[in-house]
């Protein structure tokens, strides 16, 4: 009789430890979906900032003269969004991708490059114009923002709340 008193102790146990877990796993679930939420606020936070600062480096440093933010564009099943794209025609005739990081990452140089690769895809009537990305970063380490230049990217920076694009006097753009 003990025997089986032991045995349905244990089942109890292992039912109660199964609802604890139960418990846990919808607790985590919810914390990582608050986190996720306020990550994205964030990124919203930063694209919003980021938008009228790099408005004016468009206009004033590119001569660009049509802007959009929140570019969505498909063609077939693939799509492509893009924080930032400006448009000149004329004389000017470029475009320019702008990616907006709170942090920048190496993986985000790879994301635009692979970003101003399919833009050519989607877009053939742009195949004349010149295509330049910028990665527009709050926060990034210099090794990654050299990296990002090495690769041909322009790269802004956030100083006295305003995105400035300063690049050094050997860089040179790669026309995508």
């Known amino acids: 009789?003990?025997?089986t008193t032991n045995f349905e102790d244990i089942r109890q146990i292992l039912r109660e430890v199964a609802e604890n877990q139960k418990e846990t796993d919808r607790i985590t679930r919810h914390n990582a979906k608050m986190i996720g939420d306020l990550g994205n606020k964030f990124?919203?936070?930063t694209e919003g900032m980021a938008f009228p600062s790099m408005e004016k480096v468009l206009r004033k440093q590119f001569?660009?003269?049509?802007?959009?933010?929140?570019?969505?564009t498909e063609y077939g099943s693939d799509s492509l969004e893009v924080d930032v794209l400006g448009i000149a025609n004329g004389d000017v005739?470029?475009?320019v991708l702008v990616e907006v990081k709170s942090h920048l990452?190496?993986?985000?140089?790879e994301q635009l490059l692979k970003n101003l690769d399919r833009f050519r895809r989607f877009h053939?009537?742009?195949?004349r114009k010149?295509?330049?990305?910028?990665?527009?970063?709050?926060?990034?380490?210099?090794?990654?923002?050299?990296k990002a230049m090495d690769a041909g990217l322009f790269v802004a920076s956030i100083h006295d709340e305003v995105f400035e694009l300063k690049?050094?006097?050997?860089?040179?753009?790669t026309n995508f």
């Not at 690049?167 to 753009?173: E, G, L, N, V």
Request: charged share 25%; with cysteine.
């Open 63 to 72: 001569g660009i003269t049509t802007i959009t933010t929140n570019y969505k």
């Open 130 to 146: 010149k295509l330049y990305g910028i990665l527009a970063c709050v926060q990034g380490a210099k090794e990654v923002k050299d």
């Open 167 to 173: 690049s050094p006097a050997y860089f040179i753009p």
């Open 93 to 95: 005739n470029t475009v």
């Open 124 to 127: 053939p009537e742009y195949a």
């Open 1 to 3: 009789m003990e025997t």
């Open 43 to 45: 990124g919203s936070f």
């Open 105 to 109: 990452k190496e993986r985000d140089i």
